[in-house]
Nanobody, 124 residues
Framework: VQLQASGGGLVQAGGSLRLSCAAS????????VGWFRQAPGKEREFVAG????????YYIDSVKGRFTISRDNAESTVYLQMNSLKPDDTAVYYC??????????????????WGQGTLVTVSS
C-alpha cells in the first residue's frame, strides 16, 4: 500500500481544511487508517483513526467536535475534515495504514504504511 497525503496549507484560526490520504494497493480497503501530526520540536501524536469499513472512528480529546475522519473505499481515500482550527493544530500531518490495527490504535509503530506529510499552518 502506498499513501499520499495532501490538502495542507495556511489558514487563519477558526478556518477549515480538508486533508486527503489517497492510497494505491488492493489491500487498502482492509486497512484501518490513522492520521498523525508532528509539530515543530514535539513528538508525533495520533489525531484520529478509522477502521476498514468506516464504521468506527476515534479521536484525541483536543480535536473531538472539530475534526472528522471519513473514508471512501471506492476511491481508496481517507479524509480528515478539520474545522475551527487553532494555532496549536499547526503541524505536519501524516496518514498511516495497517491491516492489523483498529481505529483506536494510537501507537504509530504499529502501522506499516505511511504517507509523506502535508503541512498545516494555522495563523492567529
Amino acid at each position: 500500500v502506498q499513501l499520499q497525503a495532501s490538502g495542507g496549507g495556511l489558514v487563519q484560526a477558526g478556518g477549515s481544511l480538508r486533508l486527503s490520504c489517497a492510497a494505491s494497493g488492493r489491500t487498502f480497503s482492509s486497512c484501518a487508517v490513522g492520521w498523525f501530526r508532528q509539530a515543530p520540536g514535539k513528538e508525533r501524536e495520533f489525531v484520529a483513526g478509522i477502521n476498514w469499513s468506516g464504521g468506527s472512528t476515534y479521536y484525541i480529546d483536543s480535536v473531538k467536535g472539530r475534526f472528522t475522519i471519513s473514508r471512501d473505499n471506492a476511491e481508496s481515500t481517507v479524509y480528515l475534515q478539520m474545522n475551527s482550527l487553532k494555532p496549536d493544530d499547526t503541524a505536519v500531518y501524516y496518514c498511516a495504514a495497517d491491516r492489523f490495527v483498529t481505529a483506536t490504535e494510537t501507537d504509530g509503530r504499529n502501522y506499516d504504511y505511511w504517507g509523506q506529510g502535508t503541512l498545516v499552518t494555522v495563523s492567529s
